[in-house]
């Protein structure tokens, strides 16, 4: 008992010790267990051995293997979703509740000999992908609240890419509710055991993941930010979103050798007979959280004073504790005993483990640390060139486009009243036949070119010309077919001229706005100042982004000449 004291004299308080403590578990992550977190009677998962042997093997696989073995399977619409595996678990359901992605349920279960409720809270991948919204982020904040006031161990399942991130969510306050959930999570007095069962990526997961103990199934990938998003940050890599997932590790397996992770689940979306390892695991993580609970305070007597201290804020509570009691509903029965403060304690040394840190020097250019090298050009440019190929297969037919299909129809009009003769009277007011044909066909063109131009989006000016060079290829003919397809227009003959001699001018489009958006900065210095920009200024921007627009265009592969595509642009502009 004197040993227990002396270490209880090292502590001045609970925060002192949880610093000390959390320091001293981030030495050990990815090592060894801690004495405070014993996880070896915790059933249904793989071994060491056979979690270290698919590390070694996903180091082996190049980048597209990796992401076909360890990202496509959680990315599958048709495997289960986590609502569909909890009803399978058995024991009695009490009461379950779905909200869009949002599935909340309570089932008794028998754990350690007595019925025991657990609650579940998980995400419907079927759902919206499992994205929630805030409205779902402060209806869980709700469930967790009832849970924690019935005494109900939580378990959650997660399975999302990431929080909802649209105009209306931010509105909503997206990252406050996603916040507040994880507050709600971390403050929890009970046991939570938190199980990736898909996606995990970013603040959709990372509330849920606020537990006791974390385990994962097999193809369960996580991390805090989703691989596309890490992509778009770390561009100076020249990394793909894939190469970016390899890179980083987002398996199970990896999460598990390093520590993020407590255990790796022995299921498969093709083993759902496998579903009683989802059970055991549950059941035993439960029990391991409550003994291992015993044990620390067994240990560390100083959480006796800490737990004394706590009482004494709830009977002499602040302002501030008044409005928490009274937002929890916090009464003297449902307040929190010394083991609901050892669960939460102990929740807090566990994420502390799992958080890394680096120093600057970790990133200087002297260090030893590898830094990856991508091909994401490359690959950007492989994967449009398949999509191109696929597009160029099969080609939307016109009648299911409204807008295309109406400018179709009064191109075959006029090209049907084109040969008409008619007097000058009656031509000045519907006009002239050849010159109507001529307009309704660069009408039609302007239509194509700008659906494309919205279809392909980033690779518009890669793919327009590439068009433009398989369509000189191509047998023209001077009808289209009936129920005619984009490539079908695209190879009359009449269409095919004003496609030659309109495109260039949507790729000198898209560049020249990319260059106005590059010289706003010069535009905003100028109002800083006046709130008003010079005619002059105006000229000017003008002229260099024309300028610039051209230089860029020139380095295409066409071979065209640039006085006459400057000239023809601006005719074209004139038009409208």
């Not at 007979?273 to 055991?280: C, P, S």
């Amino acid at each position: 008992m004197g040993s227990n004291k002396k270490k209880t004299n090292k502590h001045h308080s609970a925060f002192h010790a949880a610093e000390v403590m959390s320091h001293d578990l981030s030495l050990l992550r990815g090592k060894k267990n801690s004495v405070y977190f014993d996880d070896s009677e915790l059933l249904g998962l793989l071994s060491a051995e056979e979690v270290e042997k698919e590390v070694q093997q996903l180091k082996k696989v190049d980048v597209d293997s990796y992401i076909q073995r360890v990202v496509s399977p959680s990315e599958s619409k048709n495997r289960q979703s986590a609502p569909e595996v909890i009803q399978q678990l058995g024991g009695k359901m009490i009461a379950e509740e779905t909200e869009g992605p949002l599935y909340s349920a309570e089932i008794e279960i028998s754990i350690s000999g007595h019925i025991r409720r657990l609650g579940f809270i998980a995400q419907n991948h079927k759902i919206q992908n499992g994205a929630w919204s805030p409205n779902h982020h402060r209806k869980a904040a709700e469930k967790v609240r009832f849970f924690a006031s019935h005494s109900i161990p939580l378990v959650t399942f997660i399975d999302t890419p990431g929080a909802i991130a649209d105009a209306e969510a931010n509105l909503d306050n997206q990252s406050h509710s996603i916040s507040f959930l994880i507050s709600e999570m971390a403050n929890l007095e009970l046991p939570v055991i938190g199980i990736v069962f898909g996606g995990g990526y970013s603040g959709g997961a990372i509330p849920l993941a606020t537990a006791n103990i974390l385990l994962s199934v097999r193809e369960g990938v996580f991390n805090t930010i989703h691989p596309k998003g890490l992509s778009n940050i770390a561009r100076k890599y020249n990394l793909s979103w894939q190469e970016s997932a390899k890179h980083i590790g987002v398996s199970a397996y990896e999460l598990q050798s390093q520590g993020y992770f407590d255990g790796i689940i022995d299921y498969t979306y093709d083993q759902q007979h496998k579903v009683k390892n989802i059970k055991d695991a549950i059941i035993s993580a439960v029990e391991v959280t409550e003994k291992n609970s015993c044990n620390f305070l067994t240990e560390n007597e100083f959480f006796f004073d800490h737990y004394r201290d706590s009482i004494n804020h709830y009977l002499n509570p602040s302002k501030l504790l008044i409005e928490s009691n009274r937002i929890t509903d916090r009464s003297t029965t449902g307040t929190l005993n010394i083991f609901g403060d050892v669960f939460r304690f102990m929740r807090y040394l566990k994420i502390r483990q799992r958080i890394v840190s680096r120093s600057i020097d970790s990133y200087a250019r002297l260090s030893s640390r590898f830094t990856p090298v991508g091909k994401l050009q490359e690959r950007l440019k492989n994967e449009r060139q398949e999509k191109f190929k696929n597009w160029y297969k099969t080609p939307l037919e016109i009648r299911f486009h409204e807008k295309l299909n109406k400018r179709f129809e009064q191109f075959v009009s006029a090209r049907e009243d084109r040969e008409k003769q008619r007097g000058k009277f009656v031509a000045f007011f519907i006009g002239d036949p050849q010159e109507n044909y001529k307009k309704t066909t660069d009408d039609l063109t302007l239509e194509i070119l700008l659906f494309l131009y919205n279809y392909w989006k980033d690779s518009s000016a890669e793919n327009l010309i590439e068009l433009y060079e398989q369509l000189d290829k191509s047998t023209l003919h001077d009808l289209p077919p009936g129920n005619p397809n984009l490539l079908d227009l695209l190879r009359t003959i009449d269409i095919n001229q004003s496609f030659k001699e309109n495109f260039q001018n949507i790729l000198l489009f898209d560049l020249l706005y990319d260059q106005v958006i590059e010289a706003l900065p010069t535009i905003a210095d100028e109002l800083k100042g006046s709130n008003q920009i010079s005619q002059k200024s105006v000229e000017q921007l003008f002229e260099q982004t024309v300028e610039g627009a051209m230089k860029e265009f020139e380095k295409n592969s066409l071979q065209l000449k640039s006085k006459s595509v400057r000239t023809q642009f601006f005719k074209w502009l004139a038009s409208f």
